[in-house]
């Protein structure tokens, strides 16, 4: 069976910090896919990265940056400089094969000006 | 290309009755979830669709949901009679099952249920 932790529930930041929300999964899989989902107040979930178990290269898209280390079971994802709009609840998820994604319990990240 | 639609937006019912919520899957993808969202549970998958077969429904709480398929273009899921506890936001998402785009879940607005 497939669990994903989200250790923190809420997030609050002032603009320009930079933050870290912690994502910690469980798998006996060797091949699987992980992924992070922005809902921000509006309501609607947005894809924002997917990640091969077998590519543990970081990535970098503007602001946002992904750490994967397969050795603690972690994929994590920073802003940097944080933005009001980057107010949302974010979810970590994993799948393996294409089929079911199982979803952490997302972590709310406040970001205050 | 228009994305995961999803109606109603918005529904209120009373215990007992009947709700039909609807999916048009963007074109071409060939897997479909049904997710159920709540505040106590967080996102629950319900049901997923490949190649408008249902593969796994071990997400559905009780017999009084059903999801169907008929074709690749459209899904439902009802429940049937409604109960308070089913109250929740139901989103619909949409995949590709290959290509470099594979396994992105896009998903529809949600369908707010509200069972008074």
């Known amino acids: 069976a497939q669990k994903v932790t989200q250790a923190q529930t809420e997030i609050s930041v002032v603009e320009k910090e930079d933050v870290t929300l912690d994502c910690v999964y469980e798998t006996r899989d060797t091949t699987y896919y992980l992924f992070w989902y922005k809902q921000p107040p509006s309501g609607e979930l947005v894809f924002l990265i997917r990640?091969?178990?077998?590519?543990?290269q970081n990535e970098i898209s503007g602001r946002y940056s992904w750490n994967f280390q397969k050795s603690t079971s972690s994929f994590n994802f920073t802003i940097t400089a944080s933005q009001v709009v980057d107010s949302a609840v974010y979810f970590c998820?994993?799948?393996?094969?294409?089929?079911?994604?199982?979803f952490g319990d997302g972590t709310t990240l406040t970001v205050k000006p | 290309d228009a994305g995961v639609i999803q109606s109603p937006r918005h529904e209120v019912t009373e215990m007992g009755q009947e709700v039909t919520l609807r999916c048009k899957p963007i074109?071409?993808?060939?897997?479909l979830f049904w997710y159920r969202q709540t505040m106590m549970r967080g996102l629950e998958l319900l049901i997923y669709f490949n190649n408008n077969v249902p593969i796994d429904d071990s997400g559905m709480p009780e017999d009084r949901f059903s999801a169907k398929m008929p074709n690749a273009s459209f899904s439902t899921l009802k429940i049937q009679p409604s109960e308070p506890r089913d109250s929740a936001v139901y989103f619909c998402?949409?995949?590709?099952?290959?290509?470099?785009?594979?396994?992105?879940?896009?998903f529809g607005e949600g369908s707010r249920l509200t069972v008074l």
């Open positions: 998402a949409s995949s590709l099952g290959r290509g470099p785009l594979s396994g992105e879940l896009f």
């Open positions: 074109s071409g993808h060939d897997y």
């Open positions: 990640r091969n178990s077998f590519d543990e």
């Open positions: 998820a994993l799948s393996v094969g294409w089929g079911k994604s199982t």
